[in-house]
């Protein structure tokens, strides 16, 4: 398990929100979870999916299982959260 920081959390988590906002991912259009640790640095990569799975917990993602690994998408129904979490 990757001990992650606070301040490294938020950082991380408005980041992927942001992008799958950008990108239009709100269940129609998904992320594979190598197309969500792009743009990261080397060292971070492992962070991004305990950060990604935590917000799968909180329902502020979702996550579904396909052919070539998981992919991620905005949750519809926590759009009031997700509104909060990319200021």
Not at 12 to 34: E, H, M, N, P
Not at 49 to 66: E, T
């Amino acid at each position: 398990m990757v001990k992650i920081s606070r301040g490294d959390y938020i950082r991380i988590a408005k980041t992927l929100v942001r992008k799958l906002f950008k990108l239009g991912c709100w269940g129609k259009g998904s992320l594979y979870q190598d197309e969500l640790s792009d743009g990261f640095p080397a060292e971070e990569k492992g962070k991004i999916m305990a950060v990604a799975d935590a917000l799968v917990r909180q329902g502020i993602l979702c996550k579904k299982s396909k052919k070539y690994g998981h992919k991620f998408y905005l949750n519809t129904e926590r759009r009031d959260k997700i509104d909060q979490i990319k200021r």
